[in-house]
């Protein structure tokens, strides 16, 4: 039988820009989450962070998850 599985691939492009539009840097970011730098070099790099993470910074910049991130086309994994 077919296995198939998507990973839907997420990009924080709109966090970056989010930040820029309030004049701040990652490092302000950092400061106002409490959040760590390897954190926020993960979203740098458009990996998986958790909700929690998402909801400090929603917090923080109040702003609302279209700002944050976007949820693209999904990527197919699995073997036929």
Do not use: H
Request: charged letters at 25%; a negative charge; proline letters at 2%.
């Amino acid at each position: 039988g077919r296995f198939r599985m998507t990973t839907p691939v997420v990009s924080y492009k709109p966090l970056w820009k989010t930040l820029t539009d309030k004049d701040m840097t990652k490092q302000d970011l950092r400061k106002a989450t409490g959040l760590s730098s390897a954190t926020i070099t993960k979203m740098g790099w458009d990996e998986t962070v958790s909700t929690q993470v998402l909801a400090r910074i929603f917090e923080a910049l109040e702003c609302d998850i279209s700002d944050i991130c976007t949820i693209g086309n999904s990527q197919e994994v699995g073997s036929d």
